[in-house]
């Protein structure tokens, strides 16, 4: 089945070392999405690539990082971990059909819950 | 700036219509979606409105009115997989703006 996979399913990192979630697609989709949740909070997205085309939200601490080497792969880097980072970070997909459709239905991977000790 | 305002917490009875609504400020706006997340899942999308008035899906109804900046998710025949939350989302240009979900409790 196509589906957008996310590894591992939990991390535990420490204070301030540098720590890569990884996330994959076989579904084709052109836009991949990392979102940043907490505990019973919504979604927040971080940043997008439409193709190889980044887009940072402007509230996107300089902390986070992300890497794109091919369609189907994307990668959060996160360079210094802190306490208040730690959350579930969810990769998502969508294939607009147009610009105005470009945050249209997505797909969700499983997400990766981060611990920073 | 934008801001959705969505009640925190909806309980009823399995075989219940339950109705949660969503309103919004956007600078811009394209569209309203919604999505279902259980207790540690992902989100999953259920629809979509781009445009005034009701959409269908099966058990599920989504419905925009852009000049009241108002939507509602209207769920029928409620079952007790349908606890989750459920977050109405904003598409202003640029943006995919969450709210801050709500809460549903189902019960037998």
């Known amino acids: 089945d196509a589906m957008v996979i996310q590894n591992p399913r939990y991390q535990v990192t420490q204070f301030g070392k540098p720590v890569t979630l990884s996330c994959s697609q076989t579904?084709?989709?052109?836009?991949m999405y990392w979102y940043q949740q907490k505990s019973s909070q919504a979604p927040k997205l971080l940043f997008h690539?439409?193709?190889?085309?980044?887009?940072n939200e402007a509230d996107t601490p300089d902390n986070f990082q992300s890497r794109r080497p091919n369609t189907s792969f994307c990668f959060l880097d996160i360079r210094s971990p802190g306490l208040g980072d730690a959350a579930m970070y969810l990769c998502?997909?969508?294939?607009?059909?147009?610009?105005?459709?470009?945050?249209?239905?997505?797909?969700f991977g499983p997400g990766t819950r981060l611990t920073v000790l | 700036g934008q801001s959705l305002e969505q009640p925190s917490e909806v309980t009823a009875v399995e075989g219940a219509i339950v109705q949660i609504n969503c309103t919004y400020q956007t600078s811009g706006f394209y569209g309203l979606s919604w999505y279902q997340q259980h207790d540690g899942g992902a989100p999953t999308f259920l629809s979509y409105?781009?445009?005034?008035g009701l959409e269908e899906t099966g058990r599920f109804s989504s419905f925009l009115s852009r000049s009241d900046s108002y939507g509602y998710l209207l769920l029928q025949e409620l079952q007790m997989k349908d606890s989750a939350s459920y977050f109405c989302a904003v598409i202003p240009p640029g943006k995919l703006i969450f709210g801050t979900g709500t809460r549903l409790q189902v019960f037998p």
């Open positions: 690539y439409y193709d190889k085309d980044f887009n």
């Open positions: 998502a997909t969508s294939r607009p059909t147009s610009w105005v459709d470009l945050y249209n239905e997505q797909f």
């Open positions: 409105n781009a445009l005034d």
């Open positions: 579904l084709n989709h052109n836009v």
